[in-house]
């Protein structure tokens, strides 16, 4: 199984990025997929969750600026990020529940993660 995230990148205070994260592999059915971020020097956090069945969490300090979607005959979650703010700098890592082949049970995965640096 593998997570592959995409989308990071350099951006100016007030742009947009969107990330991206495949899910690939041996997979029966995928549960809840978030998106965390991580800054320096300080713990991971959940920015963004959707369910399989399209409810939505997110972050008091994304709100109204970012969304997550996802698209389940693709595999795939996606971070549409508005308004970006310098306090958004972080490492951004996907997550999904998977459940897989073989496994016979429910399983968090992470994919690697991608930086998103917000500056001008």
């Known amino acids: 199984v593998q997570l592959q995230a995409s989308g990071g990148g350099l951006v100016q205070p007030g742009g947009s990025l969107r990330l991206s994260c495949v899910v690939s592999g041996s997979i029966v059915s995928i549960g809840t997929m978030d998106w965390y971020r991580q800054a320096p020097g300080k713990q991971r956090e959940l920015v963004a969750a959707i369910t399989s069945g399209g409810s939505t969490n997110y972050a008091d300090s994304v709100k109204g600026r970012f969304t997550i979607s996802r698209d389940n005959a693709k595999n795939t979650v996606s971070l549409q990020m508005n308004s970006l703010r310098p306090e958004d700098t972080a490492v951004y890592y996907c997550?999904?529940?998977?459940?897989?082949?073989?496994?016979?049970?429910?399983?968090?995965?992470w994919g690697q993660g991608t930086q998103v640096t917000v500056s001008s």
């Open positions: 997550n999904a529940y998977l459940y897989t082949r073989g496994s016979g049970s429910w399983y968090d995965y």
